[in-house]
């Protein structure tokens, strides 16, 4: 008579804490770690950097440095008037203070913000709506594209790289960082 044959046992995977996980490495590449100080403790620690669309299209010569700056202009302004972050409740309340009133660097961002997207052509334009999610929530410009679409018709990749382009090379113009040229 025969015994039972018992299943192998398996020791779950255990993941590597010290690498970006699976799920994070599926949104994007990261740079070689480097190892530096932690400036608090002191102590050695690694960081990887991960790699934004500008700075690639920049590295394959796709855009231009006034275009890249351009996008990290917009990008910061959009940061600074808290378009990206989320809200959250004060833990100590002030009697008699609003707390939801906005700071005049956030009213004037939003100002710029909302001047740089009519100079797009307003948020329900192709290269509006590319600057609020890819640049200033930092989209890619593959979800941005799956998401978007226009005529019943969604963006295919290569399409959305070019609005992006022409976002970028429009928002460098109305930041001023290439001259405007008069037509012929």
Do not use: Y
Request: glycine content about 12%; charged content about 20%; proline content about 5%.
């Amino acid at each position: 008579m025969a015994g039972k044959c018992k299943g192998k046992r398996t020791t779950p995977n255990v993941e590597d804490l010290s690498k970006p996980s699976k799920w994070r490495l599926q949104h994007g590449g990261f740079s070689e770690p480097t190892r530096e100080a932690d400036p608090e403790t002191g102590s050695p620690v690694q960081h990887r950097r991960a790699v934004d669309t500008l700075g690639m299209m920049l590295t394959n010569g796709t855009i231009t440095p006034q275009m890249r700056e351009a996008g990290e202009i917009f990008r910061g302004m959009f940061r600074a008037a808290c378009f990206d972050s989320m809200s959250t409740s004060q833990i100590l309340r002030i009697h008699d203070s609003c707390v939801d009133t906005l700071s005049t660097m956030q009213v004037d961002a939003r100002r710029r913000i909302a001047a740089a997207v009519d100079a797009l052509g307003g948020h329900d334009s192709p290269c509006g709506s590319c600057a609020w999610l890819v640049i200033g929530l930092e989209f890619s410009v593959r979800e941005w594209a799956m998401r978007q679409g226009w005529a019943g018709r969604t963006v295919h990749g290569p399409v959305g790289q070019g609005i992006l382009v022409g976002t970028l090379g429009t928002l460098a113009m109305h930041f001023g960082l290439t001259p405007r040229t008069k037509a012929a």
